[in-house]
C-alpha cells in the first residue's frame, strides 16, 4: 500500500530578508519531507549551500540573488525528491562599496568604506578584512559608511569585504593596497629629556599621509613637531619620566611608524643652587647643579629672568658659570638650553635688582693720593664689597671703605678725565660715563 506523510512545513526563516551570504536558518517541521537528507534548497530560485539539516531545522548560506523578482518563495528538495516549501524569504540588494578612502596605507591607517546597504540588511558589520588581513578595529558604521583601522601586513594589492552579523558580505575587488611600510631608520639623539630636540630619520615615516599629527617618545607625547615629511620627522620632547621606550609617529591617516625602544628619557638635570641669585648686568653668576647639560655636549644658551647672559664662562654638567646681561629689575628663572635642545629650568631663580648708579662723584678731579667719595645707589651691584674701581680708566691705589651706597677711595696718577668704574666682588659693574 501507499502512506502519505505529514506535509512539511516551514514556520519561519532567520532572517527573512538577505543578500549575498546571508547565513538563513528555516524552521519548521518534517522539513525533509520523510526522507534525510537535502539534495537541493532554492531561495527565490537561487540555489543556496547548505551548511547542516534535519527535519526541524536547516541552515543555508544565500548566494548573490535578484531583490528586482519580488518573490520570496524557499523550496526545499529532500533527497527523496519531496518538496517542502514557503513564502518566507526575500532577496533584498547586494550591498555595494562605491569607495574606500584613502585606497592605500599601512598598519594604523583610518580606512573609510562608503556605499549603500553595506551591514548587508544585519544590523551590524563584525569584521572586515582588508587585502585579507582582518582590521585591527571597526570605529564607527552605518549602512552607508564603515571606518575600520588597518592592521599590520606586508605591501599588496586586493578586495575590502565586510561581513555583517548576518554573515552577509559586501566586496570591492582590489578595494586597497597595502603599501610598503614606513621604517625608522635612525633617532638623533636617541636619548634625552625636556626640550631635547630628536631628528628621527626614515622612509615612509607619514605612512601614506600627508603630515605627522602626533609623536610619542617612550609613550608620552612630544612637546611639538617642528617639521616632517617622508624622510625625516623632527620634534621637541616633552616632560618624561627616565626608561626607554619605542618611539612612535602617528599620520593625519592614523598610520603609525615605529621603532621599539628607540629612544630613552634621561633623569632630567636640576638646578640645586644660583649664586649670588641676586645681581645685575656684569654679575658674575655660578649655576650648580647636575646633569646640567641635559644630555647635551655643551649649552647653547642661558637665560636669567628671561634675559640671556652676555657670556658662558665655563659649562658642564655640575656647574656652570655666566656673566649677567643688564636688564631691568625683576625676577624669574634660570633656564639652561643644551645644544641638543633639552633645557634644565630653576624657577624664580635669580632677580634682578636696580641697576647701580653712581650720584657724584667728590672731588670731581684730582691727583695721586686724592681722596675720593663716590655716592650712589647698588653701587656694590648685589655684591658685598668693591674689589675694583677706576677712575679714567686707571685702577685706584686702594679702596679705602665701601657699601652700596658709598665707597671711597685713593686715586692713583693718571691724566685725563673719563669714566668712574666700580667693580663688585660678583663681577656686577657700575659706571658713571664722563664721573
Known amino acids: ?21 546571508t547565513v538563513v536558518t528555516l524552521s519548521g517541521s518534517a522539513l525533509l519531507g520523510g526522507g534525510n537528507s537535502v539534495a537541493k534548497l532554492t531561495l527565490d530560485g537561487v540555489e543556496a549551500a547548505v551548511q547542516s539539516a534535519n527535519a526541524t531545522q536547516i541552515v543555508a548560506v544565500a548566494a548573490s540573488g535578484d531583490a528586482g523578482n519580488g518573490g520570496s518563495t524557499v ?44 551591514r548587508g540588511a544585519g544590523s551590524a558589520v563584525v569584521s572586515v578584512t582588508l587585502v585579507g588581513t582582518a582590521a585591527s578595529a571597526i570605529s564607527n558604521q552605518t549602512d552607508t559608511q ?18 555583517a552579523d548576518t554573515g552577509a558580505t559586501v566586496t570591492k575587488v582590489n578595494g586597497f593596497t597595502y603599501n610598503t611600510a614606513g621604517v625608522i631608520a ?64 602617528t599620520a593625519d591617516t592614523g598610520a603609525l611608524v615605529t621603532k621599539t625602544n628607540g629612544f630613552t628619557y634621561l633623569e632630567e638635570g636640576v638646578i640645586d643652587a644660583v649664586s649670588p641669585s641676586v645681581g645685575q ?22 637665560t636669567l629672568a628671561g634675559k640671556a647672559v652676555s657670556q658662558v664662562a665655563s659649562a658642564n654638567n655640575t656647574a656652570v658659570i655666566v656673566t649677567a646681561a643688564p636688564q631691568t629689575a625683576g625676577a624669574g628663572d634660570v633656564v639652561l638650553t643644551a645644544d641638543s635642545g633639552a633645557t634644565v629650568t630653576k624657577t624664580g631663580g635669580f632677580t634682578y ?33 668693591a674689589i675694583d674701581v677706576k677712575l679714567n680708566g686707571v685702577a685706584v691705589e686702594s679702596v679705602v671703605s665701601g657699601n652700596a651706597t658709598a665707597v ?28
Not at 191 to 214: E, K, Y
Not at 281 to 302: C, D, K, N, P
Not at 369 to 378: C, D, F, R, S
Open 1 to 21: 500500500g501507499w502512506t502519505y506523510n505529514t506535509a512539511g512545513v516551514i514556520a519561519s526563516t532567520s532572517p527573512a530578508t538577505g543578500q549575498l551570504d
Open 353 to 385: 635688582q636696580g641697576a647701580g648708579a653712581i650720584n657724584t662723584v667728590s672731588p670731581d678731579k684730582g691727583q695721586l693720593g686724592t681722596l675720593v667719595a663716590i655716592i650712589g645707589t647698588n653701587l656694590l651691584g648685589g655684591g658685598t664689597k
Open 281 to 302: 648686568g656684569g654679575t658674575i653668576v655660578t649655576i650648580s647643579g647636575s646633569r646640567l647639560l641635559g644630555g647635551g655636549s655643551t649649552l647653547a644658551a642661558v
Open 186 to 249: 635612525n633617532v638623533s639623539p636617541a636619548n634625552g629629556q625636556i626640550g631635547t630636540q630628536v631628528d628621527i630619520t626614515g622612509t615612509t615615516l607619514l605612512g601614506s599621509g600627508t603630515s605627522a599629527i602626533a609623536v610619542t617618545l617612550n609613550g608620552v607625547a612630544v612637546g611639538s613637531i617642528v617639521s616632517g615629511t617622508d624622510a625625516k620627522v623632527t620634534v621637541t620632547a616633552a616632560r618624561g619620566s627616565a626608561g626607554v621606550g619605542d618611539v612612535v609617529i
Open 75 to 118: 523550496v526545499v528538495e529532500s533527497n527523496t525528491g519531496a518538496l517542502v516549501q514557503g513564502n518566507v524569504f526575500t532577496y533584498v540588494d547586494d550591498g555595494k562599496i562605491v569607495t574606500v578612502a584613502p585606497n592605500a596605507g599601512q598598519v594604523g591607517t583610518r580606512v573609510t568604506i562608503s556605499g549603500t546597504a553595506l
Open 408 to 435: 671711597v677711595v685713593v686715586a692713583a696718577a693718571g691724566t685725563g678725565s673719563g669714566d668712574v668704574v666700580i667693580i663688585s666682588d660678583t663681577g656686577a659693574a657700575v659706571a658713571k660715563t664722563g664721573g
Open 146 to 163: 564603515v571606518v575600520a583601522v588597518a592592521a599590520s601586513r606586508s605591501a599588496g594589492t586586493g578586495s575590502v569585504v565586510l561581513t
